[in-house]
């Protein structure tokens, strides 16, 4: 039986990959519906390519509609930021299975998200490289046997900037990620650590693990993805070439694997070296905030978000500062006051609130 694939932001660097995957095993995968936002050209080669769509959406009201009705197995959603959030909690809703790029849905409502998965059955697989190696490394072992996980970090084009420098950065100097080539709100997060940050919230929801057994730590190579410490001291990782159609085609054929064509595979001897660092907390100080706002709950990593969304758009536009990403968020949070996360309406009320205050 064919997996019907509902793709969401199918004309990102997310989208663009899951659309290979979906190219590539024409037997296993039907891509049967697409949104897009603004690249109606991308669009047109990718309902040209697919004679198999039959859902496309471009509007949230419309991307909401679609994955409340539309026919599917498996929702990929590869929207960025908090626009991701409803649809995730929609095809949840409906029991299925979400095959989650969109780490942002866990960030601004991961406790909702939560409700929703309890009282309706459906399922998260991460598309998040660091994520899937958590999987992959406790897949089949025992959950109480797990003792600390610890995500790891490239550190972003910045890592061996002095912070003095950090106020002169531009944009087209975040755009350049040492390691990855992905969209560009990632790309800016990446340098603050800001996504690492996320990635450590999303970590605690998916995997229903206390924040002080999530480590951080930076890793320039970005070889090792992840890894897991169990309780006997052991630790598994999960190593490979940094390229996102492994995590994307492993969270679609979960539990099993499938053969990989023609990319190169790790070969050490050619590394020869992995390194390994603390995270600077002081020159990141978005990946402090993101712990703090994490463990206090509630509505604090939806204003964390809301901010970061702005913060990053204006600085994209070359309206404020790289330093002021993380000030505008520091001034969010703190002039916030926490409620406790109960719905999705809520949840998009405070999104757009922040936005108002902070645009
Ligand atoms: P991208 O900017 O390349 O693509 C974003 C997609 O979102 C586009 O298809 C666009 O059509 C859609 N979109 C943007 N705004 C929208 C809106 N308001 N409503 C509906 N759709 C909208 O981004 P990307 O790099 O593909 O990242 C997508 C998501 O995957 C992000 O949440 C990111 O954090 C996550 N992710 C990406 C990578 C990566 O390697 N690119 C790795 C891990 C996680
Ligand atoms: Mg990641």
């Known amino acids: 039986m064919k997996?019907?694939?509902?793709?969401?932001?199918?004309?990102?660097?997310?989208?663009?990959?899951?659309?290979?995957?979906?190219?590539?095993?024409?037997?296993?995968?039907e891509l049967v519906g697409i949104s897009y936002y603004s690249n109606t050209e991308k669009a047109q080669e990718c309902i040209k390519k697919f004679s198999t769509i039959k859902h496309i959406s471009?509007?949230?009201?419309e991307i909401i509609e679609m994955v409340k009705t539309a026919d599917y197995d498996v929702l990929v959603n590869a929207i960025?930021?908090?626009?991701?959030?409803?649809?995730?909690?929609?095809?949840?809703?409906?029991?299925?299975?979400?095959?989650?790029?969109?780490k942002e849905s866990l960030v601004v409502g991961g406790e909702v998200i939560d409700q929703i998965l309890a009282k309706h059955g459906g399922s998260i697989i991460p598309i998040d490289s660091e994520h899937s190696a958590i999987l992959q490394c406790i897949y089949g072992e025992n959950r109480k046997e797990l003792e600390s996980i610890t995500i790891t970090a490239s550190g972003g084009p910045f890592r061996e900037l002095p912070k003095s420098e950090f106020e002169k950065i531009t944009p087209e100097r975040a755009l350049k990620h040492p390691t990855w080539a992905m969209g560009a709100k990632i790309t800016i997060d990446s340098a603050t650590l800001m996504n690492k940050g996320f990635e450590v919230i999303e970590a605690y929801h998916l995997y229903k693990i206390d924040y002080d057994k999530i480590n951080v730590v930076v890793h320039p190579q970005s070889i090792i993805h992840?890894?897991?410490?169990?309780?006997?001291?052991?630790?598994?990782?999960?190593?490979?070439?940094?390229?996102?159609?492994?995590p994307i085609q492993y969270a679609l054929t979960f539990p099993e694997r499938k053969f990989m064509i023609p990319t190169p595979r790790l070969d050490l001897a050619k590394i020869g070296q992995l390194t390994f660092f603390e995270p600077d907390y002081d020159k990141f100080p978005c990946l402090r905030m993101c712990f703090e706002a994490g463990k206090a709950g509630g509505t604090l990593p939806c204003v964390l978000n809301a901010a970061n969304e702005v913060a990053v758009a204006k600085f994209l536009r070359n309206e404020i500062k790289f330093t002021q990403?993380?000030?505008?968020?520091?001034?969010?949070?703190?002039?916030?006051?926490?409620?406790?996360?109960?719905?999705?309406e809520q949840i998009l009320e405070i999104d757009k609130e922040i936005r108002r205050l902070y645009s």
Do not use: W
């Open 58 to 61: 471009k509007t949230a009201e």
């Open 226 to 246: 992840s890894m897991a410490t169990f309780i006997d001291g052991a630790v598994l990782a999960q190593c490979g070439l940094p390229d996102m159609e492994l």
């Open 325 to 344: 990403i993380a000030e505008i968020v520091e001034t969010a949070l703190s002039k916030h006051n926490r409620q406790k996360s109960e719905s999705v």
């Open 80 to 102: 960025v930021g908090c626009a991701g959030f409803a649809p995730t909690a929609a095809a949840l809703t409906r029991g299925k299975k979400v095959a989650l790029a969109n």
């Open 3 to 29: 997996q019907k694939i509902l793709l969401l932001g199918a004309t990102g660097s997310i989208g663009q990959s899951t659309q290979n995957c979906c190219e590539r095993y024409p037997d296993e995968f």
